[in-house]
């Protein structure tokens, strides 16, 4: 059985935009698709409707294929080295889903999928996305259906967004990604779009999505299944 590829760029917004546009056209020429975690503010003030650039181009790449992921709402509003969702209580959290998929609706660039800064979600948060209508929930080691309540066991390999990015780990995240790609399992690889601007972690990406491919890996986006219709008698 082919591995299933998932590969996944965050933090992207205006001075990070075009190492992702060059990262982009890589996986074009290698027919691997993306999915694009956006956030609707960063750090230093960044607001995501205030810069069209990054989202005509978002709303490009969805239109080729790529998937659209809600990645948090307001990081620069939460305390030093704490993730944005990672302690928040519910009802919290589903204020701040709220404004989030506004944004995103007026960016049209609404989801329904949801991975948190860090990949680290809360009890709380995790509780309140349902409730904020929201499908699939992308964390560190699982992707939980959060219509089904059913969880698939699978890791992420990360570079930056709470991922080292240092020589060694580049070259570990390159082997484990091998590994899985050989043994058939869902390989998700993630890289921010700041570490794309560094040669080495950019490398390492692309090295690691091509040894997938050699091992016969598929390329998917994160997506959400939705319940088969029953036929009619």
């Known amino acids: 059985m082919n591995a299933e590829l998932l590969v996944s760029v965050s933090g992207i917004r205006d001075t990070t935009r075009d190492a992702a546009i060059e990262f982009a056209a890589e996986m ?8 694009l975690l956006v956030a609707p503010r960063l750090k230093n003030g960044y607001r995501l409707l205030a810069d069209p650039g990054t989202q005509a181009w978002l709303r490009g790449r969805r239109a080729r294929g790529d998937a659209m ?7 620069a509003a939460t305390k030093r080295r704490r993730a944005e969702f990672a302690t928040l209580p519910k009802h919290e959290a589903r204020l701040r889903l709220t404004a989030a998929d506004r944004v995103m609706e007026q960016a049209e660039l609404r989801t ?12 709380g948060a ?7 209508g929201f499908r699939l929930a992308l964390g560190l080691t699982s992707i939980l259906d959060l219509e089904r309540n059913a969880a698939q066991k699978t890791r992420v390999y990360g570079i930056g967004e709470g991922f080292r990015a240092e020589p060694w780990w580049c070259r570990a995240l390159i082997l484990g990604a091998a590994r899985t790609a050989r043994r058939g399992g869902v390989l998700r690889l993630a890289i921010s779009a700041a570490q794309l601007q560094r040669p080495g972690p950019r490398q390492a990406m692309l090295d690691a999505v091509d040894l997938a491919l050699f091992h016969g890996a598929r390329s998917e986006v994160y997506r959400w299944e939705p319940f088969a219709t029953a036929r009619a008698a």
């Open 28 to 35: 074009d020429q290698r027919d691997v698709r993306l999915s």
């Open 69 to 75: 992921v809600l990645h948090g709402y307001d990081q």
């Open 112 to 123: 329904r999928l949801f991975a948190a800064p860090r990949w680290d979600a809360s009890h």
């Open 126 to 132: 995790v509780a309140a996305l349902p409730e904020a």
